[in-house]
Every structure is written in structure tokens, then in C-alpha cells.
Nanobody, 126 residues
Framework: VQLQASGGGLVQAGGSRRLSCAAS????????MGWFRRAPGKEREFVAG????????RYADSAKGRFTISRDNNKNTLYLQMNSLKPEDTAVYYC????????????????????WGQGTLVTVSS
């Protein structure tokens, strides 16, 4: 599968942004998907994940209550709605496809994801 992330940009603190990740190739609907981010000078970290059916999600503590992950399997697209953005959310955001076909739970570590998009930069100004 190939992944193309988009939607990044400059946003003021408290604002919102929606990221998209368009998938092509292998059957998108059969794999869990995740969003990760890498802030300047920091390690890549898990943000949110959604199972292949779209009925189970997991969030990092930093994202709970502010971010919502969703997917449209008919459009082969993954989304991340980000609200109440903070300067510390500034990072390059990556979408990723799970390594395992129809994994039962949402994975949270990068090594469990096989394919990565190119990343989209979100900058939150204070």
C-alpha cells in the first residue's frame, strides 16, 4: 500500500486541523491504521490508531479528548481531526498501515506498522 498524507499547515493555538491520508495498493479496509508524529528534537510517538473495521480506536494521552481518528474504507482514506491544538502539537504527522492483516487490537508501536506516508507538517503558533 502507498500512503499520502495531507492537511498540514500553520494554525493558531486553540484552532483545528484535519489531516487526511489517502491509501492505494493493497486492501486498505483489511488493515488497522495509525497516526504518529515527530516533534523537533523528539522521538516519533504514537498519536492515534483505528482498527481495520473502524469500530475500535486508541489514543495517546496527549490526544484524548482533542483528536479523533476515523476512516472511510469506501474512499480508502484515513483522517485525524485535531481540535484545541496546542504549540506542543507542532510536529510532522505520519500515517501508517499495520503490518498484520486484520489485527485484533490497535497497535501503538512503530515496529508494528509496515508502511508509512511521507508526513505532513503541522505548526501550531501560540
Amino acid at each position: 500500500v502507498q500512503l499520502q498524507a495531507s492537511g498540514g499547515g500553520l494554525v493558531q493555538a486553540g484552532g483545528s486541523r484535519r489531516l487526511s491520508c489517502a491509501a492505494s495498493g493493497r486492501t486498505f479496509s483489511s488493515y488497522a491504521m495509525g497516526w504518529f508524529r515527530r516533534a523537533p528534537g523528539k522521538e516519533r510517538e504514537f498519536v492515534a490508531g483505528i482498527n481495520w473495521g473502524g469500530d475500535s480506536t486508541r489514543y495517546a494521552d496527549s490526544a484524548k479528548g482533542r483528536f479523533t481518528i476515523s476512516r472511510d474504507n469506501n474512499k480508502n482514506t484515513l483522517y485525524l481531526q485535531m481540535n484545541s491544538l496546542k504549540p506542543e502539537d507542532t510536529a510532522v504527522y505520519y500515517c501508517a498501515a499495520d503490518l498484520t492483516y486484520r489485527r485484533a487490537i490497535v497497535a501503538v508501536t512503530p515496529r508494528e506498522y509496515a508502511t508509512w506516508g511521507q508526513g505532513t507538517l503541522v505548526t501550531v503558533s501560540s
